[in-house]
């Protein structure tokens, strides 16, 4: 018999909030005959989207109600003390509970990663949980970290989340030995800040990792590297500027194909070519990164992402609770840190 699985989404969050992120799980149900969705929020702002639903897909749905919302410019402090009984806190709270297999948030970045430390606790030899994705590269794709969960990381930080992105790439890809690059300014010693340095030297003397120095912006999506650490601010300013790059070059293309009768004709003729170009440059295929640490499953939608990309990061959750992500990283990180 197949096992069914569940997931908490916290319905209220990022900047659309019900009417964008409830038919997104209308269509993942669809999609994912074993799943089932609990939604948490305001229940008189979600049941106007489940009219008409088909029993079999209405009877997988259920309603967490709450009133209580953490607004996306809350400060993680204030969302620590304030936030219990929240959309994202009761969601966080189902995963901790047992009840739900993974959590969905497109709300306040910092406050989830306040609130899943909180109530799920890191993995055992781990002090901040990072966000991490998988970005497009030549050779197909690398996983970076962290992307925006800590603005400030030590030496120490940047080492665990190697440690944390090697684990990610040998559960899920099944690499036996994936490749560690440091993002900096260069691939000279002397490049970098001192943090950058330090743990580059950390990372380079911990025998388990597959360390091959620095890497620069350009070498993340050549895939020079199965994994690029890097800060949170760092990582968040890069990942931001390719998918505004990747959209840029999306609305020339286009633009270029309407340019008079020939350019049209041509278009008409390269489209094909043109839509898979289209289909791997666009950033909301990789929506859904995860809050890698934490000892449950939990996944970051961008704040702004319409009805598809949000589907993505449901797609993301289902992909890891198939693969036990969590208890691959338990299984892998002790002898890592030992």
Known sequence: MLNTYT???????????PRVIVPACIRALKRHPLLSLQLVGCEEDIKPHLRRLK????????????????????KP???LRQGKGSSMYLALQQVESGQARACISAGNTGALMVLGRYILRTVKGIDRPAIITAVPTMNGHAYMLDLGANVDCSAEHLLQFAVMGSVMAQAVDGQASPTI???????????GNEQVKLASRLIAEHGALNYIGFVEGDDLFAGAADVVVCDGFVGNIALKSSEGLARLIRSKVRNSFRRG???????????????????QLDPSRHNGASLLG?????????????RKSFGYAIDQAVAEIEMDVPREICRHIGDHLA
Not at 261 to 279: K, N
Request: hydrophobic share 45%.
């Open 181 to 191: 690059g440091l993002l900096n300014i260069g691939q000279e010693e002397i490049k």
């Open 7 to 17: 997931i908490a989404v916290d319905a209220m969050g990022g900047d659309f909030g």
């Open 55 to 74: 029993s079999e897909i209405r009877n997988r749905i259920a309603i967490i109600h709450t009133d209580s919302v953490i607004e996306m410019d809350t």
């Open 77 to 79: 402090s204030v969302a």
């Open 294 to 306: 934490l000892q449950g499953i939990v996944v970051k939608s961008h704040g702004g992402a319409n």
């Open 261 to 279: 009768i020939y350019r049209r004709i041509l278009g008409l003729l390269a489209r094909p070519v043109l839509s898979e170009l289209q289909r």
